[in-house]
């Protein structure tokens, strides 16, 4: 069965399990209670903690992908990673049974035509919080993402949550396949908005300021991570809104697959779309905007201040 799918629907049905072994990986060096956190940030750009969890991480879905899928190409986040076993790749058979609804297009794709945007574990900040301040809930917002790029756009995500219940869940989908791992919100009464807990600014809460006043924000709820905020979009809040620069590429990849696959969609704050060529700028300079599919992409576009567009410029690619 697995020899006969097309690639993009073998790499999907491997990067579900490979997220999954990640996600176990995570929680071996969290059970370790050794985090090893070094801080990435440039010097006066704030904090960007990594641990030893994103290193080892990141080893792992890179190497194992790599070896399955010679000629695909992968972007990580974490430059400096920790040699560990890499997994010996299985597959999920559910992912197999939708090789026969992918559209002829997606069917014919090659290993040599995909970007994998791969962010091992989102929501550090988070988890460095967590063990500070041993509020392990704090946990259920990290995130494992593998975003799949075809033609500089998203056709299939990825997002592994290890601590959701016990065992954890993983939410994947392909273009045009639907939503598997969660059942997307239709609807809510109230329109709750997500946005950064770590890296508040100026312009991410004038921004919110404004929906509220138009009552595109009925509550604002200050959560980690990309991934963790696109699951409670897809599970009742309206949006998530980060009018700032900072998030990058391996962070929205995954999560616009999947909400797109749902009926959301997700762009920069201008409204722009996301691309996700190989040479493409890292930093989502226009900020991120997602929303449900029961709300109005545009009307959240049109009400976000001119002047804070204008200070989040698109720079496509890199200098
Ligand atoms: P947040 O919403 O703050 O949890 O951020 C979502 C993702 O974007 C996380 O992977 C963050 O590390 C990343 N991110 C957002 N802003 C910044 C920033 N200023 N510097 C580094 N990473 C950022
Ligand atoms: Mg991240
Ligand atoms: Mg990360």
New binding site residues.
């Given amino acids: 069965m697995f020899n006969k799918a097309s690639f993009l629907t073998r790499l999907v049905a491997s990067s579900v399990r490979v997220s999954e072994a990640a996600g176990g990986i995570i929680k071996n060096v969290m059970a370790g209670g050794d985090l090893k956190i070094v801080d990435k940030?440039e010097t006066g750009?704030?904090y960007?903690p990594q641990t030893e969890a994103d290193r080892r991480a990141q080893y792992c879905i890179v190497q194992s992908l790599q070896k399955h899928f010679n000629n695909i190409t992968i972007i990580g986040e974490e430059e400096d990673t920790t040699a560990c076993p890499e997994v010996e790749l299985g597959f999920n058979e559910d992912v197999l049974l939708t090789d026969r609804l992918i559209s002829p297009e997606l069917a014919q794709i090659k290993e040599n035509e995909v970007v994998v945007w791969v962010?091992p574990l989102?929501?550090?900040?988070?988890v460095a919080l967590a063990v500070k301040n041993k509020n392990l809930a704090l946990l259920e917002q990290v995130t494992v993402l593998i975003g799949i790029a075809y033609k500089g756009r998203p056709v299939a995500g990825i997002i592994h949550q290890p601590y959701h219940s016990t065992s954890g869940r993983t939410v994947w989908a392909i273009k045009g396949c639907g939503v598997h791992g969660l059942v997307p919100a239709t609807g809510n009464t109230q329109k709750t908005v997500v946005?950064?807990?770590?890296?508040l600014s100026e312009s991410v809460s004038s921004a919110l300021e404004a929906l509220k006043t138009r009552n595109l924000a009925d509550n604002v709820e200050k959560v980690?991570?990309?991934g963790f905020?696109v699951l409670k979009v897809l599970e009742g809040c309206a949006a998530y809104v980060?009018a700032?620069?900072?998030?990058?590429k391996w962070?929205t990849c995954a999560v616009e697959a999947v909400l797109t696959a749902a009926g959301g969609r997700l762009t920069d704050i201008s409204g722009r779309e996301i691309r996700y060529e190989p040479d493409v700028q890292l930093n989502n300079t226009g900020g991120v905007l997602a929303t449900a599919s029961w709300v109005k992409h545009q009307e959240y576009i049109e009400t976000i201040p001119k002047d804070i567009k204008n200070n989040l410029p698109e720079v496509a690619s890199k200098k």
């Fill in positions: 940030a750009s704030g960007d962010d989102d929501g550090t900040s988070e946005t950064t807990r770590s890296h980690g991570g990309a905020k980060f700032s620069a900072g998030c990058k962070d």
